[in-house]
Nanobody
Framework: QVQLVESGGGSVQSGGSLRLSCAASGFSYSTYSRGWFRQAPGKEREGVAAINSDGSTRYVDSAKGRFTISQDNAKKTLYLQMNSLKPEDTAMYYC??????????????????WGQGTQVTVSS
């Protein structure tokens, strides 16, 4: 059974930091691309960052220089270090895994498995 379980969300003030984690099980973790997505109320789900099985990474422009995606394949865990957080980063954050060639597009349609999400709230 595939499981992706996020943790690490919370409430912080603008300029603060959070580190999200996503523990995976039930599939060939190391062969899949993994990504972080977010969805704010009333908005579509958007890709934030992704990492491929070869370690290649991709970020949405708004995350570049502030967020870092990383992984520990031995622990089957994906991370998202978020620094210099802004109120507009407030959203439910989801981790996802997929085996699409198009992983780098950061499109939700390129990912097969999803976690339940962890809430990030940034106050001004």
């Amino acid at each position: 059974q595939v499981q992706l379980v996020e943790s690490g969300g919370g409430s912080v003030q603008s300029g603060g930091s959070l580190r999200l984690s996503c523990a995976a099980s039930g599939f060939s973790y190391s062969t899949y691309s993994r990504g972080w997505f977010r969805q704010a109320p009333g908005k579509e789900r958007e890709g934030v960052a992704a990492i491929n099985s070869d370690g290649s990474t991709r970020y949405v422009d708004s995350a570049k220089g502030r967020f870092t995606i990383s992984q520990d394949n031995a622990k089957k865990t994906l991370y998202l270090q978020m620094n210099s957080l802004k109120p507009e980063d407030t959203a439910m954050y989801y981790c996802a895994a997929g085996n699409s060639w198009w992983w780098w597009r950061l499109s939700p349609t390129s990912y097969n498995y999803w976690g339940q999400g962890t809430q990030v709230t940034v106050s001004s």
